[in-house]
């Protein structure tokens, strides 16, 4: 450790996300403390909660949010700033016709219309985008298990269009799926159920459920998501997205607020949006923030009326999908109950992914899961199918059967996707007669820890929580951004690199979803080559140049 | 004083012309009388106080003690989360169906001939569209567990992209997983805060929702009325002459749907098409109950006026009717829908489509293409039953021949929607109880800014007979004569 690069480890509540170096000397100490002990410690914690202590209160772990050295964001804006020039200067060449624009046009008949997109609006996706484009949208010909194929594409014209080349990239280790407990599979005995469903059902309903949508199967699924979730009642939807923006407007409306974490999901914002709600949001897991925001609240009410809100709806999320934070639920739960706010408490990447039995926050944090007022979940990611699910006391799912946007005008759930999460949960749960689900999740968990501690001693600097499957690794630089992913696909990794608008401008990641699929072979590799690659100072410089030319080249 | 003095000999030294405003500032200083210098050095430090001092005094005498503050919380009481529904709302109990939804199908324990799904081409239940799901299941198993921009983009679904594109004789389409999410996503992505749609009155619920995403003005026509959409437009043409300048940033769209889920009626595209040249309005459609039912091939409303596809901006249709899968897409110009791939909610930020359903879609589209007689054999069917229920005692049916899904609505209404409604549910139920399987149309009463009258949907599909269809329309009359009296 450097004197440059401070260890910040957000112990306490003071520690907020990018909250200046306070007292970074005595958390480099405590940090490096937990770093070592973390994994024991918690290892122990794990065994503790293999019984039957379904309410027992465990080791939250801490979210870390480390600050870059001062030379990599000085780095990081220059690197921003040489790019933007330069596609300033790019657009001058292409206004004055030196350079083709391979940009799609408008219709001839068309031309005299209001421009259907702003040039500024455009900028970015022309200019910065387009350079790394083939990082993303990769197309993938196999299952999305710990290894699949990957379709090689090549461009003519520096990312303009692509064209497959029909060869595929083989066995290449998937560190970008959300296949967290390998629910991602094809082997037929598994999947024996499933293909019956199909066989009998096909794979429409043809309906919404309030019509004649709602098949025997849809209410299977809700009973046993309800038994496994320990709560009174659930409903299933087909799309995760749409559970939060379908149903969020049917639960708030004009005249209540909603406090919303700085980087809940676009879906949970759509839905507070189209509720009418107010929407204030606060702070990345900061509980004064929060605090501050509901006193305020309830002591001015609504905004020039100042009649007091009908309700307080919180949302958060269980894991933050870019940051790998675990919400702080206990916190939460307090201030909800001091306030009397309601909680909305979104698992999409949860579920399944942490506590001892895979159900989720709640459990990780010995909460009772009754407590939370909103559980809300997807079945893409833990469960590899595809919808949501909105769990909790009887009152509120018999108001979303008759209210929910999504029951109303949406068509219900494919019947073998239906099977599919059915078979997943039962697994999970051991109701199949295995153990393979309790293994899965101890599996997933001890990937986890391998994968972040290794990559921790190396000394990269990782944001999130130490249980959290999602492991994001701070690239920084634009320039790195492009280099790393095509780096790692060279040597058969796929790993998937968000940065702005997805992140903030100088945080720039790649993120690694690890799965009880994984072997340690894999993990292994996935490290090695990390380390080979990023550790080098020098290819800081080698990126930012091979970014520039990438176009010309 | 003295130092003051050095300083103005120095600058007069350094420079001249202008020093000399200084000095005989300097010596004005001297010469002004000493109230005169009191009274300014008072002026100016009210000044400073007046910058300075907070602006609102009025705010600091109101603000709260703790305690006060405690006492508000203590007191404030929420409404309860969700109000109680009661345990007999007419949309809290399902119809529960046991078994696939297909054309003989199981309502709540009876076997029924299905008027009420809308698997138009009879899709659901094609072997050919089972086996190819299950063979992309044995490839691929079900879920994608991710986005499409995150490894979620598997080769079925650029497949089906490529399909649709062709079908609908359109440069580029792209699929959403969620077909109530598709137009809803589409809306936002183009038309932004400031912007104008021009939207049809009868316009389905997830268009509504699109447009109040999409946080523009919302201009409402009266359903098909092709004279009021253009007294609106000329309102604008008015309004932009006032403010040319800002005229020519505003985007202006008209969202319609080709045949109404609502109203079962067409809308008027060709007039639509002059309209949209005249006032340089583009035009999104939304074809959900059109695609794979109107046209010679199925392509829908377009085809069916014979209007070329490229005159209309973006098509988008879901894949859940008359191709009986699960999903949704938009197709038209690559300028046009490419800008989806980064700004269509739906499609950024939600796990794909699984390979399985793609593939289902792929067959299905095959299917049409192959047996273009299908949808002649569609059309036909609905035309008689269109005619069949003509005549009904008591109901009237609302939709054109054409429509693949009528309504049938009270001619009298009670004057209260819930005795309505349990007329006509009672309807249902009497028909169901005879083997024909009906629904009412469902809506949120409070949410739809138009809400259609209570009505019984009737679906017709090619697997129908005509025996069946006549039996039905039989069923209908029975009962309508029996409860409506």
Redesign the interface.
């Known amino acids: 450790m450097t004197s440059l690069k401070y260890r910040r480890v957000n112990v306490s509540d003071e520690h907020h996300l990018r909250n200046g170096a306070l007292k970074a000397h005595s958390d480099l100490k405590q940090g490096s403390n937990n770093l070592k002990n973390g994994y024991h410690v918690t290892e122990k914690v794990q065994k503790n909660g293999n019984g039957d202590s379904f309410y027992q209160p465990r080791v939250r772990g801490e979210d870390s949010f480390e600050e870059a050295p001062m030379y990599v964001a000085v780095m990081t804006y220059m690197g921003y700033g040489i790019v933007i020039l330069f596609g300033y200067f790019r657009d001058f060449l292409r206004a004055v016709g030196l350079e083709k624009c391979h940009q799609a046009q408008e219709r001839e008949e068309q031309k005299d219309f209001v421009p259907l997109y702003q040039d500024f609006e455009n900028f970015y996706k022309r200019n910065l985008y387009m350079r790394v484009r083939d990082n993303w949208n990769r197309p993938i010909c196999s299952l999305p298990g710990p290894v699949f194929d990957v379709m090689e594409r090549v461009s003519d014209d520096y990312n303009w269009t692509f064209r497959l080349t029909g060869k595929t990239i083989e066995n290449v280790i998937n560190m970008g799926s959300y296949n967290y407990l390998g629910f991602a599979e094809n082997n037929v005995d598994f999947l024996k159920t499933v293909a019956e469903e199909t066989r009998q059902y096909g794979v429409g309903v043809c309906s919404t459920r309030q019509e004649l949508g709602n098949l025997s199967i849809h209410e299977k699924l809700e009973r046993l998501v309800a038994e496994f979730l320990g709560v009174e009642s659930a409903m299933a939807f087909g799309m995760g997205f749409a559970t939060n923006s379908m149903n969020i407007p049917a639960l708030v409306g004009k005249g209540c607020l909603i406090l919303s974490d700085e980087l809940n999901h676009t879906s949970l914002i759509l839905g507070a949006r189209l509720s009418g709600a107010t929407i204030r949001v606060f702070k990345h897991n900061n509980m004064q923030s929060l605090e501050k925001l509901l006193k305020e609240a309830i002591c001015s009410g609504q905004p020039r009326t100042h009649r007091g809100w009908k309700k307080i709806l919180i949302m958060v999320e269980g894991i933050y999908s870019m940051e790998g934070s675990l919400v702080r639920l206990p916190e939460i739960l307090a201030l909800k109950k001091k306030y009397k706010a309601y909680l909305y408490l979104d698992e999409a990447h949860s579920i399944g992914a942490v506590g001892p039995t895979g159900r989720g926050v709640t459990e990780h944090f010995g909460v009772d899961p009754n407590e939370v007022d909103v559980l809300m979940g997807t079945f893409t990611k833990s469960f590899g199918a595809t919808g949501g699910y909105i769990a909790g006391k009887k009152e509120l799912v018999d108001y979303l059967r008759s209210h929910s946007h999504s029951a109303v005008y949406a068509t219900a759930m494919s019947p073998p996707v239906v099977e599919q999460i059915i078979r997943a949960i039962k697994c999970i749960m051991g109701v199949d007669g295995t153990t393979e689900g309790k293994q899965q999740i101890r599996q997933l968990s001890e990937n986890t820890r391998y994968l972040r501690s290794r990559l921790k001693e190396m000394g990269f600097i990782i944001y999130g929580n130490q249980d959290s499957p999602v492991v994001p690794l701070l690239l920084y630089l634009p320039g790195k951004v492009g280099a790393f992913s095509r780096a790692m696909l060279k040597r058969k990794i796929g790993v998937v690199v968000v940065g702005f608008p997805a992140t903030p401008i100088a945080e720039a990641r790649a993120r690694f979803c690890v799965s009880a699929a994984h072997t340690r072979e894999m993990l292994d590799k996935v490290i090695n080559y990390n380390t080979q690659h990023l550790t080098d100072l020098s290819y800081l410089l080698w990126y930012s140049f091979v970014f520039f030319l990438n176009c010309y080249s | 004083m003295k130092h003051a003095h050095a300083q103005s000999r120095d600058s007069v030294k350094m420079a001249a012309g202008q020093q000399w405003v200084l000095v005989e500032m300097v010596q004005a200083f001297y010469e002004a009388p000493a109230y005169h210098l009191i009274l300014e050095g008072i002026l100016i430090l009210w000044i400073i106080r007046l910058l300075f001092s907070k602006t609102y005094k009025l705010q600091e005498r109101s603000d709260?003690t703790e305690k006060e503050?405690e006492e508000?919380?203590e007191e404030?009481?929420?409404?309860?989360?969700?109000?109680?529904?009661s345990k007999d709302?007419p949309?809290?109990n399902?119809?529960?169906?046991?078994?696939?939804?297909?054309h003989k199908?199981i309502?709540n324990g009876k076997e029924c001939i299905?008027f009420?799904?809308?698997?138009f081409l009879g899709?659901?239940?094609?072997e050919r569209?089972?086996l190819k799901?299950?063979l992309s299941?044995?490839?691929?198993?079900?879920?994608?567990?991710?986005p499409?921009?995150?490894?979620?983009?598997?080769?079925v679904?650029?497949e089906l992209e490529e399909r649709l594109a062709k079908f609908m004789r359109t440069e580029e389409a792209i699929i959403y997983?969620?077909?109530?999410?598709t137009i809803a996503s589409a809306i936002p992505a183009?038309s932004k805060r400031g912007d104008i749609i021009f939207v049809d009155e009868a316009a389905?619920?997830?268009i509504q929702?699109g447009l109040?995403?999409s946080r523009s003005f919302v201009k409402h026509f009266k359903h098909n009325d092709m004279e009021d959409l253009e007294r609106l437009l000329k309102e604008q043409e008015i309004e932009d002459q006032k403010n040319p300048r800002k005229?020519?940033?505003?985007?202006?769209f008209i969202v319609v749907e080709g045949l109404y889920i609502n109203t079962a009626d067409i809308c008027p595209l060709p007039d639509l098409v002059k309209l949209k040249?005249k006032y340089?309005?583009?035009i999104f459609l939304e074809e959900s109950m059109s695609f794979g039912v109107l046209g010679e091939h199925g392509r829908g409303v377009t085809e069916h006026f014979g209007v070329n596809i490229?005159d209309i901006d973006l098509i988008s249709a879901?894949m859940?009717?008359a191709?009986?899968?699960?999903g949704g897409f938009c197709c038209g110009?690559?300028?046009?829908i490419?800008?989806q791939?980064?700004s269509g909610?739906?499609y950024?930020?939600?796990?794909s489509?699984?390979p399985?359903?793609a593939s289902?879609a792929i067959e299905a589209l095959n299917i049409m293409e192959e047996d273009p007689g299908i949808f002649r054999v569609l059309q036909d069917k609905c035309k008689h039953v269109h005619k069949a229920l003509q005549g009904t005692p008591g109901l009237k049916v609302v939709g054109e021949p054409l429509a693949p899904a009528l309504h049938l609505q009270l001619e009298n209404s009670t004057g209260s929607r819930t005795n309505d409604l349990k007329l006509l549910r009672a309807i249902v139920d009497y028909s169901m109880d005879r083997q024909i399987?009906l629904?009412?149309?469902?809506?949120?009463e409070k949410?739809e800014r138009f809400l259609p009258p209570p009505s019984i949907?009737v679906v017709v599909t090619v697997e129908q007979t005509q025996e069946e269809i006549e039996r039905a329309a039989q069923c209908i009359r029975e009962a309508a004569v029996k409860i409506l009296k």
């Open positions: 709260l503050k508000l919380i404030w009481q929420p409404e309860p989360l969700v109000p109680p529904v709302h949309s809290l399902y119809d529960v169906v046991t078994g696939p939804p297909s199908i309502v299905n009420a799904s809308f698997n899709l659901l239940d094609s569209v089972k799901a299950l299941l044995k490839k691929y198993g079900v879920g994608t567990c991710g499409r921009g995150f490894y979620g983009t598997f080769d679904h650029l997983s969620y077909g109530f999410a183009y389905c619920f997830s929702k109040q995403a005229a020519r940033v505003i985007r202006r040249y340089k309005v583009r490229d879901n859940e009717n191709l009986a899968s699960i110009r690559s300028f046009v490419d800008h791939r980064l909610q739906g950024c930020f939600s796990a489509l699984p399985m359903l289902a399987a629904t009412l149309a469902r809506y949120l949410e949907r």
